[in-house]
């Protein structure tokens, strides 16, 4: 969708609006036809964003955006080049109203949940569309992909988009017929200032543990950034906060209704009677007097409780109790969460699980509600925080029966080093390691009995295996079929083909 032409009055009042005391230096010209942050994207006219980046600053760009054909350039800090300049106090902060701006300020007409926290944003967010999509045509943006109000699933990209590219983002499920749309909102993207740009109905706080301490310096630094959700929560909005999470106690802004979910009996939204098996929950909803039967398509204990976060923000929205427990009892699967591959002739099972707190859960659950061995496979991503790695291949070491440690998008980093830093103070035999990931999978399916179950972590909905600066097809769904089909052509045959 193309952006709108913006004068440049419309631009000084944003960003006077939003605190960024904007002064030219230089002559700006009266409208632009675009905003860009990328000097290789830019086109003659358009308004260039020098935004101060992790490894590279924007500002060093203003010149090559110059010469490109930018008309001018929103700096914090003027630079030597041939083009008029917009100075403001935070260039993140002002590129993400300007694209709400250029974008036709698409929040204004959507209904706007916000949902972060370590683990449960994608499968709350989906259920989140789920169960609105009863009332209102509802969408979702996150990790999984734009989903549109017909379920269907766009292509993945960072959990949430950089601000220019969000915008457009909400804009086109704008214009595709959305008017509410439940959102993924990281650290990363709210320490960054990327969703400044808008006001949120609702927000929800599901999980906090260990994870991103590549990027932020310590926990609570990673703690303030998800709280930073709070400042974009409109006058009496949704507030919906994990009650069983300690990292969230005492939050309560004032003016929003903010409901407490959880299993505990103070929660204002909780779970009754939990029955838990290998491929669904069941269990009874309550909320203050009333209560309601819920037969959940998710297995695993903290996806019910992402489902009484999506049941908060749906309860705190307005939606009777009735019709948010119908809804939840018919949600389609989530791709890559505790999502079923294979129940014949093995239970194979997949989960985006790939931090420590994400794996303890999805391998404490299979060891709860399966019969026989959990055979798990697991690896740690490259380029990403090394201190989590021991603690993961020492988890999937204790809960897993069979544990496997593998590849897992090991980007510039050396595979074998990084499975080496998953067993290092593990006995010799703690874990056995499969570099490649197929034979790994292989491996693990060949293992298993009938009353075992196989659980492939840390890729979840994923489709492509990132090695050095390529991305290869790596569909574990797929890659399950073919092994499956492989091992049953082998059988009908009396042996190996």
């Known amino acids: ?98 694209a709400a701006l250029f974008a036709g300020d698409p929040g204004a007409s959507l209904r706007l949940i916000g949902i972060t926290g370590t683990n449960g944003k994608s499968t709350t967010a989906w259920l989140t569309r789920w169960i609105l999509a009863d009332a ?28 220019i590219d969000l915008a457009r ?27 400044d740009g808008f006001s949120f109905d609702a927000v929800a706080f599901t999980s906090f543990s260990r994870e991103h301490l590549e990027y932020h310096p310590d926990l609570e630094a990673y703690r303030a950034a998800k709280l930073r959700l709070l400042e974009l929560l409109a006058p009496g909005g949704v507030c919906a906060v994990n009650d069983d999470e ?17 299993f505990e009996a103070t929660a204002d939204i909780g779970a009754d009677r939990l029955v838990l098996s290998a491929d669904s929950s069941r269990f009874r909803l309550r909320a203050g007097g009333e209560t309601a039967e ?25 939606l009777p109790l009735e019709r948010i427990a119908a809804r939840l009892s018919s949600a389609p699967p989530v791709p890559g969460r505790m999502e079923v591959l294979s129940r014949e002739p093995v239970l194979v099972i997949r989960d985006f699980a790939h931090n420590p707190d994400s794996c303890e859960r999805a391998l404490s659950t299979l060891r709860a509600i399966v019969p026989g061995r959990v055979i798990a496979l697991l690896g740690c991503g490259g380029d990403r925080d090394r201190g989590k790695r021991p603690l993961m291949g020492r988890i999937l070491a204790r809960l897993a029966d069979v544990p496997i440690v593998t590849s ?76 499956v089909a492989g091992s049953a052509r082998a059988n009908a045959n009396g042996g190996p083909t």
């Open 1 to 98: 969708m193309p952006q709108q032409i913006i004068t440049n009055d419309q631009v000084e009042r944003r960003l006077a609006r939003a605190g960024q005391a904007p002064r030219w230096r230089g002559l700006p010209p009266a409208a632009f036809p675009g905003l860009r942050s990328d000097s290789r994207r830019v086109g003659v006219g358009d308004l260039f964003c020098a935004i101060p980046g992790i490894r590279v600053d924007g500002h060093t760009f203003v010149g090559a955006a110059a010469r490109a054909g930018a008309a001018a350039a929103v700096v914090e800090r003027i630079v030597e080049a041939e083009i008029p300049q917009l100075v403001v106090r935070d260039a993140r902060a002002a590129v993400s109203h300007l």
């Open 136 to 163: 209102i045509p509802a969408a979702a943006l996150g990790t999984l992909g734009p989903v549109s109000v017909d379920g269907e699933i766009g292509t993945p990209r960072l959990t949430t988009p950089d601000p």
């Open 169 to 195: 983002e909400l804009a086109e499920l704008r214009a595709a017929g959305a008017e509410a749309v439940a959102l993924e909102v990281s650290s990363h993207a709210l320490d960054q200032r990327r969703a």
């Open 246 to 262: 300690e990292a969230w106690r005492g939050i309560g802004p004032d003016g929003a209704k903010t409901l407490r979910y959880g």
């Open 294 to 318: 819920v037969s959940l398509p998710l297995p695993a204990d903290f996806n019910v409780r992402n489902a009484l976060a999506a049941a908060a923000i749906a309860r705190g929205l307005g």
């Open 408 to 483: 897992d998008n090991p980007r510039s980093e050396d595979p074998e080093e990084i499975c080496r830093d998953m067993v290092a103070g593990l006995p010799a035999d703690a874990c056995e390691i499969v570099i490649d990931r197929r034979e790994a999978i292989a491996r693990a399916i060949a293992r298993a009995g009938p009353a075992d179950a196989v659980a492939l972590l840390g890729k979840g909905h994923e489709t492509t295996q990132i090695i050095g600066d390529e991305r290869l097809p790596f569909d574990e769904r797929q890659i399950v079929a073919e092994i």
